[in-house]
């Protein structure tokens, strides 16, 4: 009877310290680093592209340059993540299998419980005791695996405050059904664009149908993703958040993952145009924020959670952070990943993409008039002005000469282009959008 009770009380304790993940106390590794003789002491969390999360003794949350650590520190980093990541990968599989043993064990334990109810009177009252015991660790084996298969609720997307944000810009629109809050707009935004771009294919903005079936579209239910996607190996087709404006952002790493800011593709406002002659921004439009104020969002991302301008909070990994609100937010940093280190949420992927140009579904598409061009090597954009509604003037310098694009549209879809050069001789181009 003795040897039952303790093999029971080691069920019991088993099944407490399994739902119990992590752990406390002292971190047990000594960092070292290459430009200093300094170490410290601190637990590895994880590896996202080059940066390297550790965490101290009082639990505080260290970030590093994986080139910072010695050669010694960066094998065992490697190690670390590459188990890290193999253990995702397996990971669906492994709760679903989970959740069936757990399910079993509850229904055991109770049946147990059941049985010792009706020798309650034909048994001796040491064997009720060890039936319940018995049930017990059970049932709390049960609970402890079905722990870990439980997501966390998030609230709705509160649509008066979406219609607010996105409503104080005049060229934008919304709607909403039962699944998505949608955001129409021409693709073209009231500041100013392009001027400071150095690095410039010879694209300009022109408007983009963002309406109707081709409008963007942010899930009024935002859920949190079991595993989160990375943007600095995923998304680099397409858009991943609507400004509040109603242009898109991109990822920050443009399709040959390259930082677009770095290498001088961005203008001052954080955006640029692509192939199809459309303006979207790479970079976290801060700016916005004089327009809708500092405690409000100045995106959403495709995942359904908010974008807001820099914080003193702590983020986490994503680049986010927990509300009491029940909800989830990101936030800019002033350098990159910038915003969206990962996709908190879920989100649904274009199967006929792959990774690292997968792009997000539902996602709006751009029409282009005018066939796409090639790097301008040595250009840089010094001015663009909107002397009249649908029509640009853009002027560039290359070897120190000014040239200058003034183009426009009508509402027939005739697109006229006028390229001006330094001596004053023109070449005129007209394009028609079916």
Not at 189 to 200: A, L, Q, S, V, Y
Not at 373 to 401: C, K, M, W
């Amino acid at each position: 009877m003795k040897n039952i009770f303790f093999i029971l009380l080691s069920l019991v304790f088993t099944s407490i310290t399994y739902a119990h993940e992590g752990g406390h106390g002292t971190p047990t590794k000594n960092w070292s680093f290459v430009n200093n003789n300094e170490t410290i002491k601190a637990d590895f969390i994880m590896k996202v592209g080059d940066m390297v999360y550790l965490s101290n003794e009082n639990n505080e949350v260290l970030t590093f340059n994986y080139s910072e650590f010695k050669e010694q520190d960066q094998n065992y980093i490697s190690e670390k993540a590459n188990f890290i990541n193999n253990l995702n990968f397996t990971k669906e599989s492994h709760r679903l299998k989970t959740f069936d043993y757990s399910i079993l064990l509850l229904l055991t334990g109770i049946l147990v419980f059941v049985f010792s109810l009706f020798s309650w009177k034909t048994k001796p009252k040491k064997y009720f005791v060890t039936y319940n015991l018995f049930s017990a660790s059970l049932i709390m084996m049960g609970c402890a695996n079905t722990k870990s298969s439980k997501v966390l609720k998030m609230a709705a997307n509160d649509i008066p405050f979406l219609e607010s944000v996105f409503g104080v810009f005049n060229k934008v629109n919304t709607r909403h059904d039962d699944q998505y809050f949608y955001v129409e707009s021409d693709g073209i935004p009231e500041h100013e664009m392009m001027t400071g771009i150095t690095n410039w294919q010879q694209q300009v903005p022109v408007d983009h149908d963002y309406s109707g079936n081709n409008a963007w579209a942010i899930p009024l239910q935002p859920e949190l993703a079991e595993n989160t996607l990375s943007t600095k190996e995923n998304f680099m087709k397409g858009a991943i958040a609507i400004a509040v404006n109603g242009i898109p952002i991109f990822n920050p790493l443009n399709n040959r993952g390259e930082d677009a800011n770095v290498i001088g593709e961005l203008d001052k406002w954080g955006g640029h145009c692509g192939r199809a002659d459309d303006y979207h921004y790479h970079l976290p439009p801060t700016h916005l924020q004089t327009k809708v104020g500092e405690d409000r969002p100045i995106a959403f991302a495709l995942d359904g959670f908010a974008v807001y301008g820099e914080t003193t909070e702590e983020l986490d990994e994503n680049l986010g952070r927990f509300t009491s609100d029940s909800t989830y937010q990101y936030h800019a940093v002033k350098k990159y990943p910038y915003l969206i280190a990962a996709m908190k949420g879920k989100v649904e992927l274009n199967p006929r993409t792959q990774a690292p140009e997968n792009e997000i579904m539902p996602q709006a598409k751009t029409r282009g008039v005018r066939p796409d061009l090639r790097p301008l090597r040595g250009a840089e954009i010094i001015d663009f002005e909107n002397p009249e509604p649908h029509q640009y003037s853009l002027s560039y310098t290359v070897n120190s000469q000014i040239h200058k694009i003034n183009y426009g549209w009508d509402t027939d879809g005739n697109y006229n282009f006028e390229f001006v050069n330094p001596d004053g001789t023109t070449e005129k181009s007209h394009y028609k959008r079916n």
